[in-house]
């Protein structure tokens, strides 16, 4: 993640962009020709509960940072889970190299849904768990590992939920891809006064994309668009409109935030612009060359982060995770997939 400030990973004001209103249209069931996107609920309910408790398993191995026995546990759990919804998966392995020299056993892992689908959208989110509680407003916590309950935990676990959903349904138009990206928050913290280092961050979706970019063979077919979820379980949370996201893919956070409406949490998901977040879309953008958004939150209040006050801290728990908004996010991305036509 690139830092602005005294924070890697906050929101750049200077990237604002001119905002973006969703389109009114009539009450159907059909999609909207402008976002494609359908005028009242479709698909299946999103159960919180059950991305709740992906999110709960996902903590019990402890934090899952690099190069640890709870990482590699977890990792070979979340394989497995999607596995047991009927996804076909596979991993990339690799060694990276971090800020400070350190190598990284890093594993993508990515599952698919109806490989034979020639239209295909991906989901993904990163699982790996901050190394340092580098933002703690106690110093002495500043070399303690992060929970990651949100920053990491609940965007694989809502792909879980949506995969274990989307396993059981046979309506489905459209092929979906998740990738669990790894070693995304190994980036430099800020006890280590190395200025700005925005290539440290993100860098199995670095590695990934790169890969991608050569061999396209890694997916079933090249995904229309795709979605990265980061960090949406959190109390209090709001999905402004991310700057990169509307950069490189407008018309997806149109299409994502009119969804949001459609199924009733449009509160979730403001029509404002909370800035640019160097986050794993921006690899997959740019080298990948998948149009993809990023669902992030910001807190334009919050005097901790504008990521919120657990944001790399060690209060990042399962104490913090609201049922709320794992259903807002879910049944939104639901919502956007089962409007998909073939």
């Given at each position: 993640?690139?830092?602005?400030?005294?924070?890697?990973?906050?929101?750049?004001?200077?990237?604002?962009?001119?905002?973006?209103?969703?389109?009114?249209?009539?009450?159907?069931?059909?999609?909207?020709?402008?976002?494609?996107?359908?005028?009242?609920?479709?698909?299946?309910?999103?159960?919180?509960?059950?991305?709740y408790?992906?999110?709960?398993?996902?903590?019990?191995?402890?934090?899952?940072?690099?190069?640890?026995?709870?990482h590699?546990?977890?990792?070979?759990?979340?394989?497995?889970?999607?596995?047991?919804?009927?996804?076909?998966?596979?991993?990339?392995?690799?060694?990276?190299?971090?800020?400070?020299?350190?190598?990284?056993?890093?594993?993508?892992?990515?599952?698919?849904?109806?490989?034979?689908?020639?239209?295909?959208?991906?989901?993904?989110?990163?699982?790996?768990?901050?190394?340092?509680?580098?933002?703690?407003?106690?110093?002495?916590?500043?070399?303690?590992?992060?929970?990651?309950?949100?920053?990491?935990?609940?965007?694989?676990?809502?792909?879980?939920?949506?995969?274990?959903?989307?396993?059981?349904?046979?309506?489905?138009?459209?092929?979906?891809?998740?990738?669990?990206?790894?070693?995304?928050?190994?980036?430099?913290p800020?006890?280590?006064?190395?200025?700005?280092?925005?290539?440290?961050?993100?860098?199995?979706?670095?590695?990934?994309?790169?890969?991608?970019?050569?061999?396209?063979?890694?997916?079933?077919?090249?995904?229309?668009?795709?979605?990265?979820?980061d960090?949406?379980?959190?109390?209090?949370?709001?999905?402004?409109?991310?700057?990169?996201?509307?950069?490189?893919?407008?018309?997806?956070?149109?299409?994502?935030?009119?969804?949001?409406?459609?199924?009733?949490?449009?509160?979730?998901?403001?029509?404002?612009?909370?800035?640019g977040?160097?986050?794993?879309?921006?690899?997959?953008?740019?080298?990948?060359?998948?149009?993809?958004?990023?669902?992030?939150?910001?807190?334009?209040?919050?005097?901790?982060?504008?990521?919120?006050?657990?944001?790399?801290?060690?209060n990042?728990?399962?104490?913090?995770?609201?049922?709320?908004?794992?259903?807002?996010?879910?049944?939104?991305?639901?919502?956007?997939?089962?409007?998909?036509?073939?």
């Open positions: 993640m690139i830092s602005f400030g005294s924070l890697s990973r906050c929101f750049a004001a200077a990237l604002a962009l001119p905002l973006l209103l969703s389109l009114a249209a009539c009450k159907s069931n059909k999609p909207s020709p402008e976002q494609g996107t359908f005028d009242t609920p479709v698909g299946p309910s999103f159960v919180a509960d059950s991305a408790a992906f999110c709960e398993a996902q903590c019990a191995f402890g934090p899952r940072t690099m190069n640890s026995a709870a590699d546990q977890c990792g070979q759990w979340i394989a497995d889970k999607f596995r047991s919804f009927g996804c076909e998966v596979s991993t990339q392995e690799a060694s990276l190299r971090g800020y400070d020299g350190t190598m990284l056993s890093s594993t993508n892992i990515m599952a698919t849904l109806n490989p034979n689908a020639e239209r295909r959208i991906l989901l993904c989110a990163h699982w790996d768990s901050r190394p340092w509680a580098d933002n703690d407003p106690d110093s002495t916590n500043w070399h303690k590992p992060v929970m990651a309950a949100n920053d990491g935990a609940s965007g694989v676990a809502v792909m879980l939920e949506i995969a274990r959903l989307l396993g059981r349904n046979d309506s489905l138009a459209v092929g979906v891809d998740f990738v669990c990206f790894d070693a995304e928050d190994w980036g430099t800020q006890w280590a006064n190395q200025g700005d280092q925005s290539d440290s961050w993100a860098l199995g979706a670095q590695h990934w994309a790169k890969q991608y970019a050569s061999q396209p063979s890694l997916l079933p077919a090249k995904p229309v668009y795709g979605i990265l979820l960090m949406v379980g959190g109390q209090g949370a709001r999905f402004y409109q991310e700057g990169f996201s509307l950069r490189y893919a407008s018309d997806i956070v149109a299409k994502v935030w009119k969804a949001a409406q459609v199924v009733g949490y449009g509160s979730f998901f403001p029509e404002s612009v909370g800035g977040v160097t986050d794993d879309h921006v690899p997959v953008n740019e080298v990948a060359g998948i149009p993809t958004i990023d669902i992030i939150p910001y807190y334009p209040d919050c005097a901790q982060s504008s990521f919120g006050p657990t944001w790399h801290t060690v990042d728990d399962m104490q913090h995770i609201d049922l709320g908004t794992l259903q807002a996010v879910g049944q939104t991305v639901v919502q956007v997939i089962f409007s998909e036509q073939p």
